[in-house]
């Protein structure tokens, strides 16, 4: 038997070191991603509304969202989310828990979900529709109220549409001013009468309420579908509430279109130089140069190619498009301002480097001799390098697509100086010709993580947005990273040899 | 007897290094010419100037004509690529293209341009069969040409060079990453191409060119030692250095 020491062999110490630092750096991935994943959850899932009773008597509705230590004095001091924004200007509420005498979850307790003023916590009196009352006692009152407020929800948004339509024109027409005046007034037969738990009454137009929710009785199965909802209409819906609340739609797409578009420049521009570099310019001094200034470029701060992209494509490149094709609507830029072509033009200069070293790395991966088979074959140099070459290089393109992706997809500085805003009107792709509509202004992930989490004045109540937002934006990152994957890992498996 | 291939007095080197110092030969049309030699004296060089393989080469200068088929390989009116269909060639290393079997083979006319269907299976199937490949891949003809196995693909290749009807066929130590079983296949199956193409063999096998070849050539540091038909060189070599290498004396 060996002694100890040499079965382990003497570099144990190193061995410790560099398993410790790969445990840490697991630690920190994981750590970050169960930090979001967490903050994401927590932040949809139907929290208990909690009925406090304070020690001078105060009722106080809400969900508990944290218990911190006080800084005054001693003990725990809860915050409480009681919404309401309308009648009391916050939708926090911070009590001392040494007040605190009583804590219930009434099951008569509800949560609206309203298009403005956020949440509403209360009690509801009754349900005036169309001059009908209804008792919320009665059975069957929360289907009553879903249908009736499903019903003013797709009035609503036939008005709003309307509404949008007559305020495009500039003199709409009679009939369809009195449509919307019907369309209006249908909305108004119904309100919801509320209270909150210190008995101030309030009453909700119906058209306010996006939903309304009795979350006290819902059990496991009830909570999971409101948490599913949630994140549907998180994926799916406009922001509201100065994106506090509701979707990130836009967003999502803004952030997905500038990739794609990025991507369907840098790649082409990248591979062609590439293919300059490696297979026609040979080895000078003047290539080497131009290698090392690629390489430079990937170090610069993305910020400085958001000055670039500003100065160069917004007002150079949109400018004159401007003066040459839309001169009549200047002094309004139309290119000449920041857009998402622009935007993803920036981007897919600063990712141009890795795709140029990553497309060079992959020419150098065909051998000499299947070049020299294919020229022995009487192929010319161009056509060597299409048919023969090029499957070897596919695996390092998309490589360097992959990482090209990768950064794009996280970059927000740039995009801050070429066309990035926190609501945009308008999609960039939408169905009213020409459809593609790259000069307009776009949202994305990663400016909304910005803009709802650091800028935005209610900055407590949107913490679930900020969590899910990143959230996505990190599985939008993956996936995209997963595709490319995919594709190479597929080129890779077509030029492998099985023989010799 | 014509020549196929011909060179007079050919130098040829890389920068400084002269590679070729004057070699005069002319390659009998029909039948298997081998070339011989220690590694290292020029082989693959001399076999590289008549389908100009080298001119990409940095560094490449030759002097001295280089003749294939009765034509000046440099005449400006013969452009390369149909020089090379004319004189195809099969490397040391297999080096299949990331394809299928028939997009392997279907490489060079397609470059010509042929593009009908019916055409393209004649040649495919023709230049198969040739290469003794047909049998083996039939079945298989759209799978990737990377699953075969070394002396398939070394086959291939040959399969791919003749698709282009070449009248000469350059072998550069064809078998030298191949099994002695595939090297078998690859010799009986060159004996039978070379009753309709000219074929030059590039070996340091001796065994090999006296196995294969009607006419041998001995090349030692770059010049051409002694050449002449395969078994009178073998029974009693005229000069000393080839008996020597001939004996296995030699280093
Ligand atoms: N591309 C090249 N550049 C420079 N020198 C070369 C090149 N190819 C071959 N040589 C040199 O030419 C000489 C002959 O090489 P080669 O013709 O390949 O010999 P063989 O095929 O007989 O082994 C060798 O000394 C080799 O170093
Ligand atoms: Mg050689």
Not at chain 1, 291 to 312: E, H, K, M, N
Request: include cysteine; glycine fraction near 8%; proline fraction near 5%.
């Amino acid at each position: 038997m060996k002694p100890f020491h040499l079965v382990v062999g003497e570099d144990l110490p190193k061995r410790f070191l560099s398993a410790a630092a790969l445990l840490v750096a697991l630690g920190l991935m994981f750590g970050l991603t169960f930090l979001v994943a967490w903050g994401a959850g927590w932040g949809f899932w139907p929290k208990p509304l909690e009925l406090l009773t304070l020690a001078d008597g105060t009722k106080v509705l809400g969900e508990l969202w944290d218990r911190e230590s006080d800084p005054v004095g001693t003990g725990l001091r809860w915050r409480v989310k009681v919404g309401n924004r309308d009648l009391w200007g916050s939708d926090f509420r911070v009590v001392r828990q040494a007040e605190v005498v009583k804590v219930e979850r009434p099951t008569d307790a509800w949560v609206l979900e309203r298009w403005e003023y956020g949440n509403f916590y209360g009690f509801v009196l009754s349900l005036d529709a169309d001059g009908q009352v209804f008792d919320p006692k009665t059975p069957g009152f929360q289907a009553i109220l879903s249908r009736k407020l499903r019903e003013v929800a797709s009035l609503k948004r036939q008005s709003d549409k309307l509404a949008a339509k007559v305020a495009r024109k500039a003199q709409a027409s009679e009939e369809e001013l009195a449509r919307l005046a019907s369309l209006q007034q249908a909305q108004e037969g119904c309100t919801l009468l509320m209270t909150t738990a210190g008995g101030e009454r309030k009453d909700i137009p119906c058209a306010q309420v996006v939903h309304a929710r009795p979350m006290n009785r819902l059990g496991f199965w009830g909570k999971l579908a409101v948490f599913g909802e949630r994140w549907l209409e998180f994926i799916t819906a406009e922001p509201r509430e100065s994106n506090t609340e509701g979707g990130i739609f836009p967003a999502l797409f803004g952030t997905s279109l500038l990739v794609l578009l990025m991507t369907v420049g840098v790649v082409p521009l990248g591979v062609l130089t590439a293919v300059y570099l490696r297979e026609y310019a040979g080895d000078t001094r003047f290539t080497r140069a131009v290698r090392l200034s690629v390489t430079t470029l990937a170090g610069v701060p993305s910020i400085v190619f958001g000055a670039f992209g500003l100065a160069f494509f917004v007002y150079t490149l949109g400018g004159t498009v401007d003066k040459l094709f839309f001169a009549s609507s200047l002094p309004t830029p139309t290119f000449g301002t920041g857009g998402i072509l622009w935007a993803s033009a920036t981007l897919a200069l600063l990712t141009l480097p890795v795709v140029v070293v990553a497309t060079e790395e992959g020419l150098a991966a065909a051998p000499v001799e299947v070049r020299e088979g294919a020229q022995a074959l009487g192929a010319t140099r161009w056509e060597t390098l299409r048919y023969v070459v090029l499957p070897y290089a596919k695996p390092g393109i998309y490589t360097g697509m992959i990482l090209a992706v990768a950064r794009a997809a996280g970059e927000v500085a740039p995009l801050m100086l070429t066309g990035v805003v926190k609501l945009a009107p308008a999609l960039p792709l939408d169905s009213s010709p020409p459809f593609f509509h790259l000069e307009r202004k776009f949202m994305h992930l990663g400016f909304h993580i910005y803009d709802v989490g650091f800028q935005s004045p209610n900055v407590e109540a949107a913490r679930p947005v900020v969590f899910a937002t990143t959230l996505v934006l990190l599985v939008l990152v993956v996936l995209l990273n997963l595709l490319a994957l995919i594709l190479r890992n597929r080129a890779r498996n077509r030029v492998m040899s099985q023989a010799l | 007897m014509s020549a196929a291939l011909e060179c007079r007095n050919l130098k040829a080197g890389f920068g400084d290094h002269l590679v070729l110092q004057g070699v005069t030969l002319a390659v009998p049309s029909g039948g298997v010419t081998a070339v011989m030699g220690p590694s290292g004296c020029g082989k693959s060089t001399l076999l590289r100037c008549f389908n100009r393989m080298n001119d990409h080469l940095p560094g490449f200068f030759r002097e001295g004509e280089v003749r294939a088929l009765g034509r000046d390989v440099y005449d400006p009116t013969w452009p390369v690529d149909s020089l090379r269909f004319s004189v195809g060639m099969v490397f040391q290393k297999p080096n299949p293209f990331p394809m299928s079997v028939a997009d392997n083979v279907l490489f060079g006319p397609r470059l010509l341009g042929i593009r009908q269907k019916q055409e393209l299976s004649e040649i495919l199937e023709r230049s198969l069969r040739a290469a003794h490949l047909w049998d083996e891949v039939k079945d298989s003809l759209s799978s990737s040409a990377l699953k075969l196995s070394g002396g398939q693909q070394q086959r291939l290749c040959i399969a791919r060079a003749l698709a282009c009807k070449p009248q000469v066929l350059l072998l550069d130590e064809p078998s030298s990453a191949l099994d002695p079983i595939a090297t078998a296949r690859l010799e009986e199956t060159v004996l039978d191409l070379a009753t309709s193409v000219t074929v030059l063999w590039v070996t340091h096998d001796l065994q090999q060119a006296a196995r294969v070849s009607q006419h041998v050539a001995f090349l030692y540091l770059g010049e051409l030692v002694e050449e002449g038909p395969t078994a009178e060189v073998f029974a009693n070599p005229k000069n000393q250095l080839t008996e020597r290498y001939l004996t296995g004396r030699f280093g």
